[in-house]
């Protein structure tokens, strides 16, 4: 393979690249939308289902207050009575402790109590308003996942073509300008460039001129110094558009 047939399937092999990025970018693009919104909507599921329980644990402590609130009125009825019935006054004092110590821990519970149904109030407010966010966030993804889905399936036929063009321009290189050209690929993003002015278009740094005039004067693939990109010369006229740096 000479080496202008060489220029001509790298240039290929760096198009495909290329149009795959743009493929996966889009491919991602689709899926991060995806992600975002099934993300949103299970944290909100997430979050209903711990405020959900925190209204049950409030509910059942309000419940059982309500019972040892019962039970305390029947022991202050109880406490009256053993007043009513005193025979003298020490009796008559040990039972009015009783009764305001049984009256004090009542008012304790129900203040408890009033302060469980505030919050248990609260938080049933703030799960109306959760259930909104996660219907509204529900009804976005319904509506969109179809149309990302087709597109999805549309981008991944597209890059499942390229691979294949990918794999035909690949073949057509010698196996050790192709790992050379995969090795530079990999850290640089782009494994080519030109140079049609003494400056490598990938990196935009100045060649060295003996360098410069070898690629100008016969076709010649070498690695610029500055990026290390495989790069060679095209005439002013016929310069590809440059090769950006990734």
């Known amino acids: 393979m000479s080496i202008t047939e060489q220029i001509r399937s790298l240039e290929e092999l760096a198009s495909v690249d290329a149009e795959l990025k743009i493929l996966e970018d889009q491919l991602n693009q689709e899926r991060s939308t995806l992600d975002a919104l099934r993300g949103s909507l299970q944290k909100l599921e997430d ?72 919050e248990a109030e609260g938080a049933r407010q703030g799960i109306e308003g959760t259930e909104g966010e996660a219907s509204k966030i529900s009804a976005e993804l319904g509506s969109q996942e179809g149309d990302i889905s087709s597109r999805l399936s549309e981008v991944e036929s597209q890059k499942a073509k390229r691979v ?62 500055s990026c290390n990109r495989i790069i060679y010369f095209v005439s002013p006229a016929a310069a590809a558009q440059p090769v950006k740096e990734g």
């Open 47 to 118: 979050k209903l289902k711990t405020d959900r329980a925190h209204i049950a644990a409030l509910d059942k402590t309000r419940s059982d207050l309500v019972a040892e609130v019962r039970q305390m009125n029947q022991q202050i009825e109880h406490s009256r009575e053993k007043m009513n019935r005193s025979r003298n006054e020490r009796e008559a004092n040990a039972a009015q402790r009783e009764l305001e110590e049984l009256r004090k821990l009542l008012r304790d519970r129900e203040e408890e109590i009033g302060k469980l149904t505030t």
């Open 164 to 225: 294949t063009d990918r794999e035909v321009a690949a073949k057509k290189l010698p196996p050790v300008l192709y790992r050379r050209y995969e090795q530079i690929r990999s850290k640089r993003g782009t494994g080519i460039a030109q140079t049609s002015d003494g400056t490598c278009k990938a990196c935009n740094m100045a060649l060295p001129p003996q360098l410069f005039h070898r690629l100008r004067r016969e076709p010649l693939l070498d690695q610029c110094p």
